[in-house]
């Protein structure tokens, strides 16, 4: 299965990376090859396999509604590139 | 517009009512400062691990329950990703193929159709914080991410905006009674997006669709769905075509606009979520679940009318909200006659607890202080005019009404010989009504009377002056 230019563009696009020409190029090669190898397992019948999301037997794991205490605004803030007043600051978000 | 119908299916989120987050321990309380109801779970620094609350999934399934939905008995949680500033890890943790509940329905009445609303589905999701616009930069609050929220998606079942709008009163007020969301718009603890689209009546293809987003009011939710629909009749009867988009209501202009923005990206990349296990649900807890829930609106509008022999609109009306159908009940327990509490609740009770913006359950007045009231009228101690002086008195002060009554002296007159000197007042100094009246005018009575029982206060018994007044008249 080969992953076109248009491909690696779109996934790009979501990471939101900025790849260079040759970038696109190494990337969508290694991409297609990922997939190739992927493809292999498909040769294996597992219609007999229940589908696993999870390797751990366990379920219901949880906690009770109960208030544990939060950060300090100060200490929240504190690895935040950039932070006015009482917030994040993030580039302007365009609608 | 004829020879079109739309189509309505609605998506609606509602923030649960518990104190936690939903996958940490931090507060959900509204209207904090900003940013100070934050932990490294829920703003995703590197090497947490959320942990489910119990509590939000016995919301969900409480809320399946009242919508007649299957719960799962195996269900997990996805990882939806996209990357925007209010939404710190990179994706949502929501639920994607397996949700908590499905195949549900609701009926509403609305415009004299009865219509059956298919439930597709509810699952529990993790809400995002809120952005903050300025003008080169914008700011993020992250109080509100890991918020838990259900989301709720019908079928496209719905035909009209009048429907899609008793749809969303009609699951405001059950989810208000089984005490799982607040049911606020206006504050966005309750949100709705709609997914429209328009086709020739008759026809059972779909059309095109729009989803509509930003109704964030009831009144909007028919403007909006209006203008919609109405837009998408104009472009096909001009030969267009809809495109499909998401399109933002503003309120203001009363439009809905084209959101111009990464839309071709939905690409969500949805997989199970490896930091939590699976959620199996049994019947022993579904069960238990099942027995602590509340009578819903429905039931007890029914009961409403067969117990207490009170009209539909009444019933309806008491049953809305849970707090005032448990004051209506009260009122009656109490020895109150149910016609007269329901009118009393209708009528003042109502008026006085939207001029003040309060909840029925933290207005002074109590079913008790009714009761007395009613006594007092049926005693005849006062006359029913005084009585509404009194309610509103009440309504204020939270003090018994027959303190009000002794203190202002409000006491009905029903001293015969006190209402005949106040008639004949009112007759020798209106003589030309007094001649009209003789000459047949008769509903000049109304008008005697009211200046009778203004002469009195108000508190002369209405019954003995209008008796006087024919006596003498005739």
């Not at chain 2, 400062?33 to 919301?59: H, K, S, W």
């Not at chain 2, 028919?222 to 998401?246: C, D, F, H, P, S």
Request: hydrophobic share 35%.
């Amino acid at each position: 299965m080969r992953i076109s230019r248009g491909d690696v563009e779109h996934i790009a696009r979501l990471a939101r990376l900025r790849l260079t020409e040759g970038e696109k190029e190494t990337y969508g090669l290694q991409l297609s090859d990922i997939l190739e190898y992927v493809e292999k397992l498909k040769e294996l019948d597992t219609s007999e396999v229940d589908p696993t999301s999870h390797v751990i037997p366990l379920s219901n794991v949880f906690r009770e509604d109960l208030l544990q205490g939060s950060l300090s605004r100060e200490e929240a803030l504190r690895n935040a590139p950039q932070a006015a007043d009482a917030f994040y600051r993030v580039p302007k978000i365009i609608e | 517009m004829s020879g079109y119908e739309a189509v309505i299916g609605l998506e609606i989120h509602a923030q649960l009512l518990t104190e936690s987050k939903i996958f940490c321990g931090c507060s959900t309380r509204f209207g904090a400062e900003p940013n100070t109801q934050t932990c490294p779970v829920c703003i995703g620094m590197p090497g947490v691990l959320p942990v489910l609350n119990r509590r939000a999934v016995e919301f969900t399934i409480r809320t399946g329950l009242a919508l007649n939905c299957t719960i799962a008995s195996y269900s997990r949680f996805a990882r939806k990703n996209y990357f925007y500033p209010d939404l710190p890890k990179g994706y949502q943790i929501s639920q994607y193929e397996l949700p908590l509940c499905r195949d549900g329905h609701l009926e509403i009445h609305a415009g004299g159709v009865r219509r059956r609303v298919g439930i597709t589905r509810i699952h529990l999701e993790e809400d995002a914080g809120k952005n903050i616009h300025q003008k080169d930069s914008s700011l993020v609050d992250l109080n509100r991410a890991g918020v838990p929220l259900m989301e709720i998606v019908t079928e496209p079942d719905i035909r009209t905006p009048t429907e899609a709008a008793a749809f969303m009163k009609k699951l405001r007020n059950i989810l208000r009674y089984l005490d799982v969301c607040d049911g606020n718009m206006e504050q966005g603890s309750l949100r709705c997006d709609a997914n429209v689209s328009v086709r020739p009546a008759g026809s059972t293809g779909l059309g095109t669709k729009t989803e509509v987003k930003n109704i964030n009011s009831f009144r909007f939710v028919e403007k909006a769905l209006a203008y919609e629909i109405r837009r998408q009749m104009r472009v096909l009867e001009e030969g267009g075509r809809v495109v499909q988009e998401t399109r933002l209501w503003d309120p203001a202009a009363g439009v809905t606009v084209s959101m111009r923005t990464k839309e071709e990206a939905q690409d969500y990349r949805y997989f199970p979520e490896p930091d939590l296990v699976p959620l199996e649900v049994g019947e022993e807890w579904i069960e238990e679940i099942r027995s602590t829930l509340v009578e819903l609106p429905d039931k007890k509008r029914e009961r409403f009318m067969s117990e207490y022999g009170l009209p539909e609109y009444d019933a309806e009306v008491l049953t809305e909200e849970r707090a005032v159908a448990d004051w209506f009940e009260e009122a009656v327990r109490l020895g109150g006659s149910p016609k007269a509490v329901s009118n009393w609740m209708m009528t003042e009770l109502s008026r006085l607890l939207n001029e003040t913006g309060r909840e029925i359950a933290d207005a002074p007045i109590t079913p008790a202080h009714l009761v007395s009231l009613l006594k007092l009228i049926e005693e005849g101690t006062i006359s029913g005019t005084i009585a509404k002086t009194v309610f509103e008195e009440v309504f204020r002060s939270g003090r018994e009404p027959e303190v009000i009554v002794r203190e202002k002296g409000l006491v009905q007159i029903t001293d015969t010989g006190e209402i005949e000197r106040l008639v004949d007042d009112v007759l020798s100094a209106n003589p030309a009504e007094v001649e009209r009246y003789r000459k047949g005018e008769a509903k000049l009575l109304g008008f005697f009377v009211g200046q009778v029982m203004k002469a009195s206060k108000g508190k002369a018994n209405p019954k003995l002056v209008n008796e006087l007044l024919r006596r003498k008249l005739s």
